[in-house]
């Protein structure tokens, strides 16, 4: 037992450990555009739901023609680009606080007995796979800067989870994300490769000590230890992206860098952010992105007052509650027609578009309330083959995770499934 307990606590050191060369990263890499502009894949999800009433489109008249609620108004300079698809839902979900713990996994939080948190991987984290072996990131997670129990999205530490389940962490605030694409490291290359070094001594001692206790674990912490090099893959793959790129220097950023009296303004530390993931696309420096949005610093941007959580129950007592919940889908919908202008006007190599070459989706894992069906969900983007344009209504029952599921094939991941998915969604490919 003290053997045991040895190791684990080793493992503190593993957040600084190399990668394998034997994962297959190519050993040089290179900065220089793709020829052909590649196929992005963002997600961006925020907590607390949206006013039921005056988002979603009317259910009874699906199609082109419909009219845009009163909460999507500011979108309708895109109402061409975009579609509100209605009736989805994660079947397991069962926790009226946690609008995003689970929205791009699908996973049921009691899959494993004797626990009472399970997750899987989000469709980020899918398409990342595959997408981010050319870029300096395979994927970038944005947070908001807030205290997390007034976001509405549940545990987490971004919108994205591992494939073991696991959260990954992602950068807070505009300024945070700035520094991680654009600052240039000054650390002599030679003092760097000396720092990797030692750090794989790190890891041989560490997998060593594993191999001696693997012949002695019981059956139940043999499981342990290999979810535990599961999350040892996962830190060499990313470690290797580093390594990879080690000689390559980070691009000029695109824009300026952000005022740190930002943090704190949840609309002004949206925009920035949306700017911030225009210019990743632009530098080609990740292809898949998330966005975990705050919603009580928005409140507080506008000048709103109400509690986000009591504002999420407005229909228990109207009047500034039901308000507060309105004008949020507003600023929402104005600060993301702001985000969808700026992907049509970049322009990409060949002349056509950002816009042009992503999927795109917007929501929630809650609707409203303690609801969890019916998630509020938004698509748009030309680079999936998605049908635009029109309220959709999802058969009863379709899994959130068919969307995903949709959107990973249209861009080209091979997925044969993605969390509860039963199947592409027909009634959203064009």
Known sequence: MKTRRHFLQSTTALIALPFLESLGFRRFASAAPAATPPKRLIFLGFGWGVTESTWYPDIKNPGADYELPAGLKPLERHKKDFSVVQGLWNKYSNEGHWGSSMWLTGANRYAQPGQSFHNSISADQVAAAQLGLQTRFASLQFNHSEKSDMSGHGPGLSLAWD???????GQNGGVAAFHRLFARDTTPLAQQKAMLAQ????????????????????????????EYFQGIRDIETRLGKEEQWMEVPRPKAPITEPASTAEGNGREEIKIIYDIMIAAMQTDSTRVM????????????????????????YHST?????????????????LLAGFLDKLKETKEADGSTLFDNIALAYGSNIRTGHELSNCPTIISGRGAGLKLGHSIVAPKDTPLCNAWLSMLRGIGIEAERHGDSTGVLKEIVA
């Open 199 to 226: 750090k794989r001594s790190v890891l041989d001692a560490v997998l060593d000590n594993a191999k001696s206790l693997q012949r002695v674990l019981a059956k139940s912490d043999t499981a342990k230890l290999d």
């Open 318 to 334: 109207l009047g500034e509650k039901l308000d507060a919940s309105q004008r949020r889908d507003i600023a929402q919908s104005e």
């Open 163 to 169: 494939m073991s389940g696991k959260p990954i962490g």
């Open 290 to 313: 998330t966005f975990r949005q705050p919603v009580w610093t928005l409140l507080t941007s506008l000048d709103i007052k109400v509690h986000p959580h009591d504002m999420s129950h």
